[in-house]
């Protein structure tokens, strides 16, 4: 499975930012999909994941309720709509495929990776 993230970039803070990972090779349909992000310095944190048929999702605290991840099946995509953006939100961010469960936080519960898009927010 290859997962192919849309570039990220440089956005202002407070603004928004969807991040866009297309999968290839696998059964898009049969996997549970996660974002995860590293930002300087700190270890890859879970962002958000959602379920195979996109009808669960699930996130970490501090994305709640400005984070947004979403899959679109036939395009074999998932998104992450970010909004209200923080400077402390500026990190690499990694697309995941095929976790344990929908709402996996580990990166070892999933099998593949993105190559990461670096999203910067200035202040």
């Known amino acids: 499975v290859q997962l192919q993230a849309s570039r990220g970039g440089l956005v202002q803070a407070g603004g928004p930012l969807r991040l866009s990972c297309a999968a290839s090779?696998?059964?898009?349909?049969?996997?549970?999909m996660g974002w995860f992000r590293q930002a300087p310095g700190k270890e890859r944190e879970f962002v958000a994941g959602?379920?195979?048929?996109?009808?669960?999702?699930h996130y970490a605290d501090s994305m709640k309720g400005r984070f947004t991840i979403s899959r679109d099946i036939a395009k074999n995509t998932v998104y992450l709509q970010m909004s209200s953006l923080k400077p402390e939100d500026t990190a690499v961010y990694y697309c995941?495929?095929?976790?344990?469960?929908?709402?996996?936080?580990?990166?070892?519960?999933?099998?593949?990776w993105g190559q990461g898009t670096l999203v910067t927010v200035s202040s």
């Open positions: 995941a495929a095929d976790g344990w469960v929908a709402g996996s936080t580990q990166e070892y519960e999933y099998d593949y």
């Open positions: 090779g696998g059964t898009f349909s049969t996997y549970n």
């Open positions: 959602i379920s195979r048929n996109g009808g669960s999702t």
